[in-house]
């Protein structure tokens, strides 16, 4: 009885929500959602926000399903069922996409964004969504950008306190030319590999190191298989929400306008939650017996320089209207 009377009220919200009209548009749909991040990740977070929301928004009648820990795959194999309709909904880091739309390739740029206030105003800005709307003719639609923060160095040889440290070491990379070319420039060597296979690489000694924000390398548990990280800042990860278009094109403008609004919403709360879990994730690494160390900024200027030929290699190929447009709008940001 009392969820059928929790039902009806659900229903009702979404009767007072929409209209009569629009309520009879909503159908019943259950969207699978990937991500190759789990347990406290903070992709989990939001993915488990926007679920309820989704579910609330349309009065029990849209739900999603939550496919975690790369259980589908890794993130190029979940953009080509997404681009297939086979997966209705990823979140992923944003510069992964880049094989899909080159100009997304932009927010791998070494020390793009002085802090979160740049990164937020740029993504949620017009620059942003111009971006995310450059995956609708590959099969996406783009709905959010996530955060998974800025990415650090560890790795198992030893402690980094100077740029020259890095050199010599194997590090995994995320799959792209950039990141390739940024390990290469500091005399590293990079290995790319899909996230599910980092924590084995590292355990077996195939690669020494990796890098990424310290919410993943915490709920990662890489302390278990890595003993030193250096707080370099060298990037920061937003991460698009896509949904497929192929599905996308089937449904109402209400039932749109949920999965829009929901995964806004989600958006706020993702980042406060991700922002939040920092310190503990860095009392959790510390305590699981990592090293941690920062780089005097003599030296974060000397990295910021071997970074700087990177950056102008790649501005051709992700082009030079989008680099100008987001130079230009963080130097508006920057006033």
Do not use: C
Request: charged fraction near 20%.
């Amino acid at each position: 009885m009392k969820r059928l009377v929790l039902k009806s009220l659900v229903a009702a919200v979404a009767l007072f929500t929409f209209g009569w009209a629009s309520a009879q548009d909503i159908k019943e749909h259950t969207f699978k959602f990937a991500t190759n991040g789990s347990g406290a990740h903070p992709s989990v977070a939001g993915m488990t926000k926007f679920a309820e929301l989704l579910a609330a928004k349309s009065g029990g009648k849209v739900q999603a399903k939550l496919f975690t820990g790369g259980i589908l795959g890794s993130d190029q194999a979940n953009i080509s069922a997404i681009q297939g309709g086979m997966l209705d909904m990823a979140v992923m880091n944003t510069g992964i996409l880049a094989s899909v739309a080159k100009e997304l390739a932009i927010f791998d740029f070494p020390f793009l964004f002085a802090n979160s206030k740049e990164s937020d105003a740029l993504v949620d800005g017009p620059v942003g969504k111009k971006l995310h709307q450059k995956l609708e003719a590959k099969g996406l639609v783009g709905l959010a950008y996530w955060e998974l923060g800025y990415r650090e160095i560890t790795n198992s040889k030893h402690p980094i306190n100077k740029v020259e440290d890095i050199e010599g070491l194997k590090l995994r990379v995320i799959p792209n030319p950039i990141n390739v070319a940024w390990v290469k420039a500091l005399g590293a060597n990079p290995t790319p590999l899909p996230f599910p296979e980092v924590y084995g690489a590292l355990e077996q000694k195939a690669i020494d190191g990796q890098e990424n924000p310290v919410s993943v390398i915490a709920t990662s548990k890489f302390w278990e298989v890595q003993k030193y990280m250096v707080m370099s800042n060298h990037q920061y990860n937003p991460q698009s929400v896509i949904f497929s278009k192929k599905v996308w094109d089937t449904l109402t403008s209400t039932e749109r306008k949920i999965i829009d609004d929901s995964a806004d919403e989600a958006t706020k709360f993702q980042r406060v939650q991700a922002r939040a879990a920092v310190a503990a994730n860095m009392e959790a690494l510390k305590k699981g017996g990592m090293q941690v160390t920062e780089l005097p900024p003599a030296e974060v200027a000397k990295l910021r320089e071997k970074m700087k030929p990177v950056i102008a290699q790649f501005s051709a190929s992700v082009g030079d209207e989008t680099v100008t447009e987001v130079q230009t709008e963080l130097a508006k940001l920057r006033k």
